[in-house]
């Protein structure tokens, strides 16, 4: 299991050098089966990709692999899963009496904001939510991809969706006002992502990301 895992740390360590230093890489690679025989792969591989995140802040193409991959990893995933478990929870045509932890947390009581008359909207916004939440999965990918054009489009989707979520709640006589907190972090999600396609468009050209 920790010869597999330092192969698999290894791996990254080669995917952040980047084509234009996989020298390094492949010398690391190298050693690391030397280090295999000393019984520490794992300790050899951990200070390899430690070594190689520090040669990335060095210059422009590093820093901007990381910042991209912050954002993918630590903020769109984070975000799909809260988006998930507050759907499923009930959000936003159910009240948590904690509030936002609530819906992340099941946490409190439930109560159903929908009655008879506008019940038959909870699949279209279950399906919304839902539907906005795995989209984020994708982006994610694209974003360390670069492929911005399919950004683009799941930003607009995005935000189609919640138009459309506040057009129905307010349909259904839900406070629209519950909408605001996602609706400032898909924003923030769009601002960031725009932030960094101009940052990669204003990179030398012999800089732009290769992988």
Known sequence: MTRRLAW???ALTA?????????????MA?????????????????GCLVAAWRTMLT??????????????IGVILPVAGMLAVAAIFGFPFMAASDGLA?????????RLLLNVGNMIAAPSLLCLMLLTAALHL???WWILDRDWARVGMASRFGAAAVTT????????AIDPTSLILPIWVLAA?????????????????HEQPAF
């Open 165 to 172: 979520l506040t057009i129905v709640s307010g349909c259904a």
């Open 8 to 10: 698999i740390v290894m």
């Open 102 to 110: 609530g819906y992340l947390y099941g946490s409190g009581e439930h």
């Open 59 to 72: 210059h422009a193409e590093g820093r901007f692999t990381l910042v991209s991959h912050a954002l993918a």
């Open 138 to 140: 994708p982006v994610a």
């Open 30 to 46: 190298a050693e690391l089966e030397a280090a295999e025989a000393d019984g520490r792969p794992l300790r050899f591989a951990l």
């Open 189 to 205: 999600e769009t601002a960031a992502i725009f932030t960094l396609a101009t940052w990669q468009s204003q990179l030398p050209r």
């Open 15 to 27: 995917r952040s050098l980047g084509p234009r230093r996989a020298d390094w890489a492949w010398a």
